[in-house]
């Protein structure tokens, strides 16, 4: 088994509008910090813990979660081959 019992996981989501208001919503509620941002595209770190509530908010607010991973490294990886793939976002 790994170090902690909370491991990390982080989020890579595309919103549609509004990711600066997203991502003071998502701290001050929730305690989830923006690691990473481009254009309409979020990277937040939350816990395996919270992992599905953070999901379904993401959902509900119009958020669209490309990947969950462990590592931020993964999901940078996802975010340039989706940005090379469909540079029309």
């Known amino acids: 088994m790994k170090g902690s019992l909370i491991r990390k996981r982080y989020v890579l989501v595309f919103w549609e509008s509004e990711p600066e208001r997203m991502d003071r919503y998502l701290y001050n509620y929730y305690e989830v910090k923006r690691k990473y941002r481009t254009e ?6 939350c816990n395996q813990l919270n992992k599905p509530t953070i999901c379904s908010i993401i959902r509900e607010k119009g958020g669209n979660i490309i990947t969950v991973s462990g590592t931020i490294k993964k999901c940078k990886k996802a975010l340039s081959h989706r940005i090379e793939n469909n540079p029309h976002l």
């Open 40 to 45: 309409n595209f979020s990277i937040y770190m």
